[in-house]
T-cell receptor
Framework: GEDVEQSLFLSVREGDSSVINCTYT??????LYWYKQEPGAGLQLLTY?????DMKQDQRLTVLLNKKDKHLSLRIADTQTGDSAIYFC??????????????FGTGTRLQVTL | GAGVSQSPSNKVTEKGKDVELRCDPI?????LYWYRQRLGQGLEFLIY????????KSGLPSDRFSAERTGESVSTLTIQRTQQEDSAVYLC????????????????FGPGTRLTVL
């Protein structure tokens, strides 16, 4: 079955690192994504990782994937107030090799305080 | 256009009325998706169109929901006899058709239509 879970809320101080966690249950996931949603705006893709990778770094963002534990995390270094948003992890089960639907987590609200 | 557009941005309707939501995907994107986001929750998949293939309707919550797509362009999501539980933000996304084993299928999202059923 498909089930993606996230903690609901995270508060960090500006300049600290943020770590947002996600667990999923379907081991056939091929790609895992992190999306950012700011108030009143659509979803913005931040980064993604292919399931045969353990880690991916993109500027301030680091994604870690533990396939054995079905655990995905997003680390944001030097968190800024502009990073305040809801972060969704998502997985796609593109076993057929074609475009496929995304299954989203419940979202983690990141609050950055001064 | 430069991105996915949706209209209207807000829709308030009375219980029992029908509503039609529109999505204009990015030009050249063959795949189009509809999702629903209830207040404080994640996104639920509704329906997916890919080229001329039969749509994947597995996420539609009831037969009051239907969607159409004209070729590889505009899509409309229709909700008949709306109920209060249909109140949500309806998001549309589009993507290129790529082999997911070689490249991520990045979905580009529109700003959504906020539907309120009174």
């Amino acid at each position: 079955g498909e089930d993606v879970e996230q903690s609901l809320f995270l508060s960090v101080r500006e300049g600290d690192s943020s770590v947002i966690n996600c667990t999923y249950t379907d081991s056939s996931s091929t790609y895992l994504y992190w999306y950012k949603q700011e108030p009143g705006a659509g979803l913005q893709l931040l980064t993604y990782i292919f399931s045969n990778m353990d880690m991916k770094q993109d500027q301030r963002l680091t994604v870690l994937l533990n396939k054995k534990d079905k655990h995905l995390s997003l680390r944001i270094a030097d968190t800024q107030t502009g990073d305040s948003a809801i972060y969704f992890c998502a997985e796609t089960l593109s076993n057929t090799g074609t475009a496929s639907k995304l299954t989203f987590g419940t979202g983690t609200r990141l609050q950055v305080t001064l | 256009g430069a991105g996915v557009s949706q209209s209207p941005s807000n829709k308030v309707t009375e219980k029992g009325k029908d509503v039609e939501l529109r999505c204009d995907p990015i030009s050249g994107h063959t795949a189009l998706y509809w999702y629903r986001q209830r207040l404080g929750q994640g996104l639920e998949f509704l329906i997916y169109f890919q080229g001329n293939s039969a749509p994947d309707k597995s996420g539609l919550p009831s037969d009051r929901f239907s969607a159409e797509r004209t070729g590889e362009s505009v899509s409309t999501l229709t909700i008949q006899r709306t109920q209060q539980e249909d109140s949500a933000v309806y998001l549309c996304a589009s993507s290129l058709r790529v082999r997911a084993t070689t490249r991520s299928n990045e979905q580009f999202f529109g700003p959504g239509t906020r539907l309120t059923v009174l």
